[in-house]
């Protein structure tokens, strides 16, 4: 599979956008800016997998609640050092904790 994308994004993974292995501020922003760049229609080279990165919510769209989400789980986990889970902040039955997903 070929990928285009516009910055190197090596491999975007839950949350995680810029696949660096940490959900941080930046990644709340990545999602802001592909909401941005939707609304702008520019939706471009949007990898699949960068998209399912974004959706957390996992509605089918990319949308400011899931910028929301994303600074949530940032803001829990990484400055409160609480430990809740994707599944809990967003109902995603897909997301990486989700007890339905950990059955298989
Ligand atoms: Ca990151
Ligand atoms: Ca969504």
Not at 34 to 42: A, E, F, H, I, P
Not at 57 to 76: M, N, P, Q, R, W
């Amino acid at each position: 599979m070929t990928t285009t994308t516009e910055r190197p994004i090596e491999d975007p993974q839950f949350g995680d956008l810029d696949g660096n292995g940490r959900i941080e501020l930046q990644d709340a922003l990545d999602v802001l800016t592909l909401y941005s760049q939707k609304l702008l229609s520019r939706k471009g080279s949007l990898s699949a997998q960068l998209f399912t990165a974004a959706d957390v919510d996992g509605d089918g769209e990319i949308t400011l609640d899931d910028a929301l989400c994303v600074l949530t789980y940032y803001s829990s986990n990484t400055l409160l050092h609480k430990d809740i889970s994707w599944y809990t902040i967003t109902g995603n039955q897909n997301a990486p904790d989700s007890p339905k997903r950990k059955k298989n």
